[in-house]
C-alpha cells in the first residue's frame, strides 16, 4: 500500500511539472503582456518555487508600468536565489518610481555579483548623477568609458557631472568627444546647451547652428540660439528664431518674451508690447505686473535673470 502511494505521488508530481513546463512554455511564446502574467501566475500556484516564473512575470508587469507588482516578482527571486540580472531588473523598476536610492542599491549589489556587467555600472552611475553624486558618478561613467570608449551618449552624461561640479574643462572635453564619435543633431546641441550655460554665447550659436542643419525640427534649438543672438545683440536674428520656436508650440511664453525683448532693443515699442502681452497672458499674469517674481517659472528668470530684470522694467511700462 505504501509502495502504490509513493508512486501516486510521484505520477502526481509530474503531471504537475509537465502542466506547469507547457504553461511557462506558452507563457513565453504569447506577445500578449497580460496573458502572459496570468499564464506565468499559473505556473507559480503549481510551483511556487519555479523562480524563474516570477522573473518572466516580474518583467511582464515592468513593461506594462506596474512596477510595485515586478519589484515584489524580483523580491521573491532575490530572497530565494540572488543574482546579478534580477536585481538589475529590480533596480530598473526602482528607479521607474523614481526610487533612486532602492535602485542605487539593486545596481550597485548586480555589479557586485557580476563585474562584467557594464549595464549595471552604467546605471549606477546615471542614478547617482540623480542624486547628485557627481564625484562618484563620474568615477562608474570614467570606468564605464574604459570597457566601452565609444558610446557618446557616456561622455555627454559624464560632461553633465563635470559641469555640476563646475569643472568645466573637463566637461567641454567630453561633450566634444561625443561629437567625434557621433557629429549628430543631439550631441551638438548638448554642447551648446553647456556653451550657453557658461555664457560662451557666440560658441553656442554656432553650435545650435550645426545641430539645425542636421535637425531643423528642434524648437528648442530654435530658442537657445535665438536667446544667443539677443544676448549678442543681433536682434533680427533672435526675432527670426523666436518666431520659428513659436510655430512649434504657440503657448511658448519664453519665445514670447525673447520676441518682447528684442523688439524693445530694437525701439519697436508697439511689437514689444504685443509680444509682451501675449507672454503675460499665457502666463495668466495679465496687465498687473508688480514684482519680477510672476516670472519666476520662466527660462529669463531662472537662467537671465539679471538680463531679465534689467529689461522687463522697461517693457512692463509699456502697458
Given at each position: 500500500m505504501k509502495q502504490l502511494l509513493l508512486t501516486l505521488f510521484m505520477c502526481s508530481t509530474l503531471l504537475n511539472y509537465a502542466q506547469a513546463n507547457k504553461l511557462y512554455r506558452k507563457a513565453m511564446r504569447t506577445s500578449n503582456l497580460n496573458e502572459r502574467i496570468e499564464l506565468l501566475s499559473e505556473v507559480i500556484k503549481i510551483e511556487p518555487k519555479n523562480l524563474d516564473a516570477y522573473f518572466q512575470r516580474g518583467i511582464a508587469k515592468n513593461d506594462l508600468g506596474d512596477f510595485g507588482g515586478a519589484i515584489v516578482d524580483y523580491s521573491k527571486v532575490i530572497v530565494e536565489q540572488p543574482d546579478a540580472d534580477t536585481y538589475y531588473n529590480r533596480g530598473n523598476s526602482r528607479y521607474s518610481i523614481q526610487d533612486f536610492i532602492g535602485a542605487k542599491e539593486d545596481y550597485a549589489k548586480a555589479y557586485m555579483l557580476d563585474h562584467s556587467f557594464i549595464d549595471a555600472l552604467y546605471s549606477l552611475a546615471c542614478v547617482k548623477l540623480d542624486l547628485e553624486e557627481y564625484n562618484n558618478a563620474i568615477k562608474d561613467f570614467s570606468e564605464v568609458i574604459k570597457v566601452a570608449p565609444s558610446q557618446p551618449k557616456t561622455y555627454t552624461l559624464r560632461a553633465s557631472a563635470y559641469s555640476a561640479i563646475e569643472s568645466y574643462e573637463n566637461a567641454a572635453k567630453d561633450y566634444t568627444t561625443a561629437i567625434l564619435i557621433e557629429p549628430n543633431s543631439i550631441n551638438f546641441y548638448n554642447r551648446a546647451a553647456f556653451l550657453?550655460?557658461?555664457?560662451?554665447?557666440?560658441?553656442?550659436?554656432?553650435?545650435?547652428?550645426?545641430?539645425?542643419?542636421?535637425?531643423?525640427?528642434?524648437?528648442?534649438?530654435?530658442?537657445?540660439?535665438?536667446?544667443?543672438?539677443?544676448?549678442?545683440?543681433?536682434?533680427?536674428?533672435?526675432?527670426?528664431?523666436?518666431?520659428?520656436?513659436?510655430?512649434?508650440?504657440a503657448t511658448d511664453f519664453d519665445a514670447y518674451l525673447g520676441l518682447a525683448l528684442s523688439y524693445y532693443k530694437l525701439n519697436d515699442l508697439e511689437k514689444a508690447n504685443t509680444h509682451f502681452n501675449r507672454a503675460n497672458d499665457i502666463l495668466s499674469i495679465g496687465k498687473e505686473i508688480t514684482n519680477i517674481q510672476q516670472y519666476n517659472n520662466t527660462y529669463w528668470f531662472q537662467h537671465q535673470y539679471y538680463y531679465f530684470n534689467n529689461n522687463v522694467v522697461h517693457l512692463a511700462k509699456l502697458q
Open positions: 550657453m550655460s557658461i555664457k560662451y554665447y557666440k560658441e553656442a550659436q554656432t553650435d545650435f547652428t550645426k545641430s539645425l542643419r542636421l535637425n531643423s525640427n528642434n524648437a528648442y534649438a530654435y530658442f537657445y540660439r535665438g536667446t544667443a543672438s539677443l544676448l549678442l545683440g543681433a536682434y533680427q536674428d533672435a526675432i527670426s528664431d523666436f518666431t520659428k520656436a513659436i510655430s512649434f508650440d
